[in-house]
């Protein structure tokens, strides 16, 4: 069968789609993974074919719309501004998902992409399924992750979940409509599309462990949790220079924000170099979007490295609480301390230490080295956050998150 996996968004939202794939191409599916062109490197050696999407997420969250984001002082307000942003660039991005939709069988769509990847199911006479990096369907349980809130209580919850994915469906509003006049289908507004997909019990995969965030007991039936789809890697090694400095001394510490900007990378960069050096413990700084960096003999600078053959080697990781590299630190079992920036990212940072693998968050606004040296402090002089890590990684070894999504394609293609 002929899979299109669609999803947008930073490198985060897309790397654990190739593992995904991956795992589908060995079971003897077409796959194809349809995003930024930027991300076409991710896929080299997987099995998995590229089919390219326009927009460059770096070049957006690097413009005045995107640094913009930093001046949210909210959760929610950050929130308004990326959907208003998102808005602006879906019509550049829905003709290559038909495209590629009308060259595939099935379509996987990603949570960010729902209402746009359902129509164009229905549409084309396709069946798609849901598969999310994040729990975002309404729950009593916990604040929509998306707003940065930990709990507003069980109605208001519920209640802000439903606002906020109402918000993402008006992302949409524009090119759905457009797109069901193009099909014949009937016209539908933003909160009757989305009870559709309710009411059809449309299916959603997630992919994170129901050891990470369990299953909230009020979700309907057919959104399902199954364990995280790792990012497909090459194999490989490290930079000669990376292991050289590995071998030299202890275990260090990683910092990277992966795709996140930051408003002062030099103020940034300066305040985690003086927090590592107050800790006692060498760095490994990865540049990424952030454009961080440190010099000396105690620390490196490094680019792209895949996160499976460094983490392991950590004493601790620092890190924006990104969805995907969260999973990586747990897969590594070291302790973490998170730094979000926007979005999703406070959500997995209280969960980590919820878990009892971190000792808590440093956000990004008004960020001080000082508070990253207590937190570093306290992650790797304290045993039980590298006690519960590496317990939490065993766990997540007996789960193989592929195979529910899997079982479903297969099941379609009978």
């Known amino acids: ?95 290559d998902m038909v495209s590629a939709a009308r060259a595939s069988d099935v379509l996987l769509v990603a949570g960010t992409l729902a209402p746009l990847g359902h129509t164009i199911g229905q549409g084309l006479s396709l069946p798609s399924l849901g598969v999310n990096l994040q729990p975002l369907a309404p729950t009593r349980e916990f604040a929509p992750p998306m707003t940065g809130a930990r709990s507003w209580g069980p109605a208001v919850n519920r209640a802000t ?44 995969f997630h992919g994170f462990s129901p050891r990470v965030v369990p299953r909230p007991r009020d979700w309907r039936a057919g ?11 090459r194999e490989g090694r490290l930079p000669a220079p990376l292991l050289d400095f590995l071998d030299a001394g202890p275990p260090p510490v990683f910092v990277g924000l992966g795709s996140a900007t930051v408003p002062d990378p030099e103020r940034m960069s300066a305040e985690v170099v003086r927090a590592l050096r107050a800790a006692g413990l060498r760095g490994v700084i990865q540049r990424g979007w952030g454009e961080l960096r440190g010099e000396g003999d105690d620390m490196v600078t490094i680019g792209e490295v895949p996160h499976s053959l460094l983490f392991p080697r950590m004493a601790a990781v620092v890190h924006h609480a990104g969805a995907g590299t969260t999973a990586a630190g747990l897969r590594a079992g070291v302790p973490a301390v ?57 766990e997540l070894r007996t789960e193989d998150g592929v195979k529910p999504v899997l079982t479903a394609v297969d099941r379609l293609a009978g």
């Open 1 to 95: 069968m002929r899979v299109a996996i669609i999803t947008a968004g930073s490198r985060g939202d897309v790397a654990p789609y190739t593992g995904l794939g991956h795992g589908l191409v060995r079971a003897g599916h077409e796959v194809t993974l349809v995003t930024h062109a930027r991300f076409e490197p991710l896929v080299g050696g997987s099995g998995v074919a590229f089919h390219s999407m326009p927009v460059d997420p770096r070049e957006e969250l690097e413009s005045e719309r995107g640094q913009g984001l930093h001046r949210s002082a909210t959760g929610a307000g950050k929130l308004y501004r990326a959907v208003e942003m998102a808005r602006r660039l879906v019509g550049r991005m829905a003709g």
């Open 161 to 204: 979940g439903h606002a906020v994915n109402l918000a993402v469906e008006w992302i949409f509003t524009e090119e759905v409509r457009r797109l069901r006049a193009e099909y014949g289908l009937p016209r539908t507004g933003r909160v009757r599309a989305r009870r559709t997909r309710e009411r059809l019990g449309w299916p959603v």
């Open 223 to 233: 959104l399902d949790i199954t364990g995280y789809w790792w990012p497909y890697d």
């Open 338 to 394: 998170p730094v979000p920036v926007q979005f999703d990212e406070a959500f997995w940072a209280a969960r980590l230490a919820a878990l009892g693998v971190s000792p808590g968050a440093v956000p990004l606004r008004g960020f001080k080295a000082e508070a990253l040296t207590t937190a570093l402090r306290r992650a790797t002089d304290d045993p039980s956050y590298g006690r519960r890590a590496r317990a939490l990684a065993e």
